[in-house]
Nanobody
């Protein structure tokens, strides 16, 4: 399984970006997809996750109402739509996927075996 995260860039505060996470090697339809981020000097933190079926999503409180997670299994790709971006959203964003994530573990890094390389999001004030 390989994951390729893309879509990061420089955006002004209040702007929007859509990150993509393309999976190759296995069908994404069997995997839960998670997004995590790591800001400079900080630990990596959970952002959002979506169950393999798309029926359950989990969004961190810090981005709730601004970020939306989705998936297109036909395209083998997961997405993170980010709106109303703030400077504190600046971070490297990582996507992760795993076929065995249970519902209660969706927000934990250790639940995911497969990780993408990260894409940098910079929000200027």
């Amino acid at each position: 399984v390989q994951l390729q995260a893309s879509g990061g860039g420089l955006v002004q505060a209040g702007g929007s970006l859509r990150l993509s996470c393309a999976m190759s090697g296995r069908p994404l339809s069997s995997y839960t997809v998670g997004w995590f981020r790591q800001a400079p000097g900080k630990e990596r933190e959970f952002v959002a996750a979506i169950r393999w079926s798309g029926g359950h999503t989990y969004i961190a409180d810090s981005v709730k109402g601004r970020f939306t997670i989705s998936r297109d299994n036909a395209k083998n790709t997961g997405y993170l739509e980010m709106n109303s971006l703030k400077p504190e959203d600046t971070a490297v964003y990582y996507c992760a996927a795993d076929a065995s994530v249970i519902l209660s573990s969706m927000r934990y890094e250790a639940a995911y075996e497969n990780w993408g390389q990260g894409t940098l999001v910079t929000v200027s004030s």
